[in-house]
């Protein structure tokens, strides 16, 4: 699931994160009250989380899906941008069905 050179742009991720030089926007602050997950869940999350999905050519700017765990074992999704001097953490959600077969799995379309 993971291309190579995802790796730089997760370092990236976790050194803003860890610095906590971010921003959360409105809507992922909303998403995070209404699925209760704390500034900590979010943090955790990207600190040990993987790159599902990146899109560096999205119409608002480069972003990616990542996907982590909580130190309490609870499975979160953040999206976040890649390539700003500012970590911007666009939403936050755990993933569930019936969009998410698993944690890392999107259920197919038919």
Known sequence: ???????????????????????????????????????????ETISQGQILEDYPQHKRGACCLLSGLTTAGRAIHV??????????IITAYEPMPPKWVTPTQRRKST
């Open 1 to 43: 699931m993971c291309d190579s050179s995802w790796g730089h742009i997760l370092g990236r991720i976790q050194a803003q994160s860890h610095a906590e030089i971010l921003h959360i926007t409105q809507h992922a602050q909303q998403e995070m009250v209404e699925e209760d997950i704390s500034l900590d869940d979010l943090l």
């Open 79 to 88: 999206v976040c941008t890649t390539a700003r001097p500012t970590l911007i």
